[in-house]
C-alpha cells in the first residue's frame, strides 16, 4: 500500500523487486543499480537472478515488480517494453577454424563448436536459432558440455577449445588481450531485444519508471 500511495502522490519510494536474467546480471546491473539507489534513497531495490522461465512466473504470481530479460515472450498478460537491441558476437579459440576470419557470417558458425548455455537460459535458444543449419551435427561431438554461467563458456575457449556466443555487453567486459578473441558478425547481424517486462495490473509504474 505505501508504494501505491508514493506513486499516486509521485513520490519515489518504496520496494521495488526485480528479476534479471543471468546472461545480462553481471554486466547490466553494474551501469545502473548504485547510480539508481543514489538517486533515489528512498527506494530498496531487490534483485535477484533468475531464468525466463522463473521470471515469467513471479510476475504472474506478483512476487516481482518487473523482469529484464530477452523478449518476446508472447505472453498475453504481461507487458514488454523494449530497452535496447544487443548484438552477439562470436569469442574464438584460437584452435578454431575461423580465427583468420576477421568477421563472421552467421550460417559459418558451427553448432557442433559452440560451447552452450545449460537448459533454461534463453539465450541457448537464441544462439542454436543463430546457427540452426548446422544443428545437426551437435548431438555428435566428443564432449557436449553446458554450464550456467558465461564466464565458464569463456574459460573453456580461453583453455583452447571452440568458441562461444556473447551478448555485447560481455563482450564490453573482455580484457585487451581476450578483445583479440571476439569476432563481429556481418550485417544483418544477430541481436537480441532486452525489454523490462511488468504484468499488466502493475501499480508500481512511478518506480518502474
Not at 499516486?8 to 519510494?13: L, R
Not at 537448459?119 to 544462439?127: I, R, S
Not at 563481429?184 to 499488466?200: A, D, G, K, L, Q
Amino acid at each position: 500500500l505505501k508504494e501505491v500511495i508514493a506513486s499516486a502522490k509521485g513520490d519515489i519510494a518504496g520496494e521495488l523487486r526485480i528479476g534479471i536474467i543471468p546472461t545480462l546480471a553481471p554486466y547490466l546491473l553494474p551501469l545502473f543499480a548504485y547510480a539508481f539507489t543514489d538517486s533515489y534513497p528512498e527506494v530498496h531495490l531487490t534483485i535477484d537472478e533468475m531464468t525466463t522461465e522463473a521470471i515469467i512466473a513471479a510476475l504472474k504470481n506478483e512476487s516481482i515488480d518487473c523482469g529484464i530479460l530477452a523478449t518476446p515472450l508472447h505472453e498475453t498478460q504481461l507487458h514488454e517494453r523494449p530497452l535496447f537491441n544487443e548484438p552477439f558476437a562470436a569469442y574464438l579459440s584460437r584452435k578454431s577454424p575461423l580465427w583468420n576470419k576477421r568477421t563472421l557470417k552467421a550460417e559459418e558458425v558451427n553448432a557442433s563448436d559452440v560451447w552452450l548455455l545449460g537448459d533454461g537460459h534463453c539465450m541457448t535458444n537464441q544462439v542454436l536459432k543463430l546457427c540452426a543449419s548446422r544443428k545437426e551435427n551437435a548431438e555428435h561431438t566428443q564432449l557436449n558440455y553446458k554450464s550456467g554461467s558465461i564466464e565458464t563458456l569463456k574459460r573453456m575457449v580461453d583453455l583452447g577449445h571452440g568458441m562461444t556466443i556473447l551478448p555485447w555487453l560481455a563482450v564490453s567486459s573482455l580484457t585487451a588481450k581476450q578483445q583479440q578473441a571476439v569476432r563481429y558478425f556481418r550485417t544483418p547481424e544477430p541481436v537480441r531485444e532486452v525489454s523490462i517486462v511488468t504484468h499488466r495490473a502493475q501499480l508500481k509504474k512511478a518506480l518502474i519508471e
